[in-house]
């Protein structure tokens, strides 16, 4: 009963995690660089610089929102005298995003002073093998937890047309909705460049903050 009791506990707090989520000073991200010689000899680099991840209370005020502002500038350039001459160049940016738990499928919420999980306990460390696919609160809570999730998002892309290229975001509105648990946020960049002989491409990955 006690294990059963502990369970329904992490199970709610995962719910109304984000309930008291207050403004915060922008968190600032390390500035990170990759550069790598392509087999046609070519010098290709990517940057992340001037990073910056404002989280802020969500405008809907619901528990499954995140919400924030980033900020943030991409560079790309190409150096040397390679063998082959380049035929196309690109730069992406873009941020990685990650909820714990997908909420997605929806659920009622109205929580009593009892807590029962119901059937399906697996016996593993998992939150979620723990308490099965689902979860259930004195009978008024039921909802669908599924695995978690990452997705990317592109804020920029631009065509290399010479031998170097930027990207700079001011401010750029990020959300994630119907998530159970924290949302962690993540940028890149990526350098692409393209000849007759070979495609390459150099990825940068900032610092994993939390929206």
Known sequence: MHKFTSV???A??????????????????ADVTQSAVT???????ASLTRMAINSVPNMAATAFTREGFVTGKAAA?????GAIPVNTGSLVMGLQLGCQIDLSEGGSVD?????????????????????????EVNGSISVNLLPGTIKNIVLGKKTLKGRTGEIVVHD?????????????????????????KSDDSVNVYGDILNL
């Open 77 to 81: 350039s190409i150096d040397g005298n």
């Open 39 to 45: 087999d046609d000899g070519w010098h290709l680099s």
């Open 172 to 196: 750029a509105h990020v959300k994630v909705d119907a998530c159970g648990g924290p949302v962690s946020i993540r940028f890149f960049t990526t350098a692409m460049i393209d000849t007759d």
């Open 111 to 135: 929580v009593g002073a009892d807590a029962g999980i119901n059937p399906g306990f697996s016996g593993s460390s998992n939150l979620l093998g723990m308490i099965g696919p689902y979860a």
């Open 12 to 29: 709610i707090s995962l719910l109304f995690l984000s309930a008291g989520v207050a403004a915060a000073d922008p968190l600032p991200v």
């Open 8 to 10: 329904a506990a992490l």
